[in-house]
Nanobody, 121 residues
């Protein structure tokens, strides 16, 4: 499975961005899809994951109520809608895919290249 993430950019605090991640190869609908982020000097951390059919999502508490993960299995694309952005959301955001949902980097065998999100105060 190859993953291509895009949609990052520079936004002011309180603003919104939508990240997209297009998949090719493999069977998209058979994988859980997730987003992680990595701030400068920090470890890569879990943000959100969505089930194969899109019916169940799980979020880290820091983004609950502000971020929404969704997927379109026909388009083989997963999205992360981010609202009420804060400076602490600044990070490189990575999309990921795997056969099971998990909160750790090790849970996912497939990774995109990352897209930078910068939130200015």
């Amino acid at each position: 499975v190859l993953l291509q993430a895009y949609g990052g950019g520079l936004v002011q605090a309180g603003g919104s961005l939508r990240l997209s991640c297009a998949a090719s190869g493999g069977i998209f609908s058979s994988n859980f899809m997730g987003w992680f982020r990595q701030a400068p000097g920090k470890d890569r951390k879990f943000v959100a994951v969505i089930s194969r059919d899109g019916s169940v999502a799980n979020y880290v508490s820091a983004v609950t109520g502000r971020f929404t993960i969704s997927r379109d299995n026909d388009k083989k694309t997963v999205y992360l809608q981010m609202t009420s952005l804060k400076p602490e959301d600044t990070a490189i955001y990575y999309c990921t895919a795997g056969p099971a949902a998990g909160l750790s980097v090790q849970s996912y065998p497939y990774w995109g290249q990352g897209t930078q999100v910068t939130v200015s105060s």
